[in-house]
């Protein structure tokens, strides 16, 4: 069975047993969390389709880490001489998903 998530303004595919890494939520390592907007659940038999979530459809997850990405470099160069060199880590969550029901 898998379900498709919205979590962070972006979505995912996700079955049972996938680690992925989503923008940062609240959460200690250790900690379950629950994913309530749920756009699609299929596998099994024909697929449900929500408009737009599918009404209680849940996905839940283990958190396994907290941490930031790898430094994303911004370099911006004018014609006169002047540079700037600006760098971002964006924070996320690693979660593993542990069940999915609808």
Wanted: hydrophobic residues 35%; positive net charge.
């Amino acid at each position: 069975m898998y379900a498709v998530i919205r979590t962070g303004g972006k979505q995912y595919r996700v079955a049972e047993g996938d680690v992925l890494r989503i923008e940062k939520i609240a959460g200690d390592i250790g900690a379950e969390v629950s994913f309530s907007e749920i756009l699609l659940l299929g596998g099994t038999d024909s697929p449900k389709v929500g408009r737009p979530t599918v009404s209680g459809a849940r996905v839940v997850g283990k958190v396994l880490a907290q941490d930031k990405h790898r430094r994303v470099l911004h370099f911006r160069k004018e014609k006169e001489g002047w540079t700037r060199r600006r760098g971002h880590r964006q924070p996320y969550t690693e979660v593993k998903v542990t069940s999915i029901s609808g």
